[in-house]
């Protein structure tokens, strides 16, 4: 992973004491509200229902040992002792006092970690998919090259006031584990015939009020020409982006309103004043990043005194987990673990400080001390052993992070909602433990096969409704909470965004609908059917009709 250099920490340290200067004026009274906003925003910290929440950027997911215990120490000391993972693989803390934000901050600083640019009108942590440098199917590393756009776009002038929020995500695998197709830019790493990486750029993607698949406006991009063509983006939304309405403020709805093939002709146009200049990449400074993210040489692996199939045979419930959570490596004798968060009773991606500390410990003696964070809200340890993944999973079943459910319907992506979030219409995490408690029979999940259910409390979507097979979004009815099913909706490679079933539901209806939905995937699949294949092929008619035919 990346190693902060001198200057690194240098420019992290000043803008901590910065935040100290400007805190500390807010309190005192000397910086208005309206004054301080901008100010918070840039260093993560935002004011929701009921407390500041601090989000803490966690680049392309990925973290140290040293970083998690870390952050294990600040909820324990600065929050209530847990942490939040989002689905932008930050982490967050939803109880911190004001005045203990730059001591937070200068903690962060220690492990080469900060809060800047996890929100705001600039680009936001550029994400990936949380397998990267692991996976089997991985053609290339793109953490390389999100770590590249990450320098570039840290406090970039031009591109630190923009008219909305800016998001970027990058995929190096068969399978798009990262979304690019509902990101404002989405980057497919590949191969180009002479074996060199090239880039499939992507723009205008989002989800929110407007949610629309972005559209490929670039193919076969030079590696070298990587943040110029980036940077010629950046300047025609910030020249046309709407800055009257925030609601048309981000680039969709720019893409949109222009064509993709009109604001592609602008980015090109645009690109002639920048290709081949001063911010082309040179192989020198590509090599230098690609360095920190070689690969170590593995160590050979004994084989287990008790073979893997063999202990599968034994134990059915770790039958299953090795099943759901975890995934080839591209070493033999490794293999990639997802430590699932998703348990009853349990906000989906909150996680205590014994269980931060428990990963970190994993991550040492299992793995080469490196964690990841998922967009499904899990943590991932990339170097597992196969011999060592029975005691594993029994050390994490004892933690309650071992539940064989990655993948299944039970592992919800959620938003805070109303519980914290002041923008929320509805709540979302009691929906999702509603949910949890009414199918928690493993062999059942497993049965349905993967599905993905999204939960949002307001139209904002930071819990992806749009794109979950199934997604249930918060909505407000004359100041009662009520919700509102989409089918159909996927996130990875061939993405769509679901459609709505019809009128909402409800708090009380909502386990009820999705136990019709389930029952009309069950009734109408054929062999092997995935539920996405099944609704692509049947529609959503008949998911309609079975659930208000019986309702009526």
């Known amino acids: 992973m990346y190693r902060y250099d001198t200057l690194d920490k240098a420019f992290v340290s000043q803008r901590v004491e910065e935040f100290r200067d400007q805190t500390q004026r807010y309190l005192d009274g000397k910086l208005s509200d309206e004054e301080f906003l901008q100010l918070r925003l840039r260093n993560g910290l935002y004011i929701q229902r009921l407390a500041p929440m601090l989000r803490v ?55 080469d970690m900060h809060a800047i640019q996890t929100s705001g009108s600039c680009v936001r942590n550029v994400t990936t998919d949380q397998f990267a440098g692991v996976a089997a199917d991985e053609i290339l590393d793109p953490r390389p090259y999100c770590e590249l756009i990450r320098q570039w776009s840290t406090s970039h002038p031009e591109f630190d006031w923009l008219p909305r929020k800016f998001k970027i995500a990058v995929n190096g695998a068969d399978s798009d584990r990262a979304a690019v197709d509902v990101h404002d830019i989405g980057i497919d790493v590949r191969k180009a015939s002479t074996g060199e990486p090239v880039f499939d750029i992507k723009v205008g993607g989002g989800l929110g009020r407007t949610p629309v698949i972005a559209s490929l406006i670039r193919t076969g991009l030079a590696v070298e020409h990587l943040l110029t063509y980036l940077e010629a983006i950046l300047r025609v939304y910030n020249r046309y982006g709407r800055r009257d309405n925030k609601y048309k403020a981000r680039i969709k709805i720019l893409v949109r309103a222009m064509t993709a093939e009109k604001f592609r002709d602008e980015v090109d146009a645009e690109w002639v004043h920048l290709e081949n200049g001063p911010g082309t990449l040179t192989q020198a400074e590509v090599a230098r990043v690609c360095a920190d993210f070689d690969r170590p040489n593995l160590a050979a692996q004994p084989a287990p005194a008790q073979p893997l199939a063999e202990a599968r045979i034994a134990n059915p419930v770790f039958s299953r987990w090795i099943a759901n959570n975890v995934y080839p490596h591209k070493q033999t004798g490794y293999a990639v673990v997802t430590l699932s968060t998703k348990v009853p009773g349990v906000a989906p991606g909150d996680v205590t400080d014994r269980q931060m500390e428990a990963v970190a410990a994993w991550a040492d003696r299992f793995g080469l001390g490196e964690i990841r964070i998922s967009h499904e809200q899990n943590f991932v340890l990339p170097d597992v052993p196969e011999a060592k993944l029975f005691e594993l999973w029994q050390e994490a079943d004892a933690q309650r992070l071992g539940t064989a459910n990655v993948g299944t319907l039970n592992d919800i992506i959620c938003c805070p909602g109303g519980d914290y979030c002041s923008l929320a219409n509805a709540k979302s995490i009691p929906i999702a433990e509603a949910l949890q408690r009414r199918f928690d029979d493993l062999d059942y999940l497993h049965d349905l096969g993967p599905i993905d259910l999204n939960i949002s409390g307001c139209m904002n979507a930071c819990g992806h ?69 099944c609704f692509r092929r049947i529609g959503l008619e008949p998911f309609k009709a079975q659930v208000y035919g019986q309702a009526a």
């Open 465 to 533: 409704h749009h794109v979950g097979h199934i997604g249930i979004l918060g909505v407000d009815k004359k100041g009662a909470e009520w919700y509102q099913i989409s089918i159909g909706g996927h996130a990875g490679k061939d993405s769509s965004l679901g459609q709505i079933l019809g009128p909402s539901f409800s708090r009380a209806d909502v386990t009820r609908v999705i136990e019709q939905i389930l029952e009309v995937y069950l009734d109408c699949r054929v062999r092997d059917e995935t539920f996405i294949q």
């Open 57 to 111: 950027a966690v680049p392309y997911g990925t973290l140290s040992s040293t970083q998690l215990r870390k952050l294990a120490h600040i909820s324990r000391h600065y929050d209530k002792g847990y942490g939040h993972l989002s689905t932008r693989q930050n982490m967050q803390f939803n109880w911190p006092e004001l005045a203990e934000v730059p001591d937070i901050l200068a903690e962060l600083a220690e492990v």
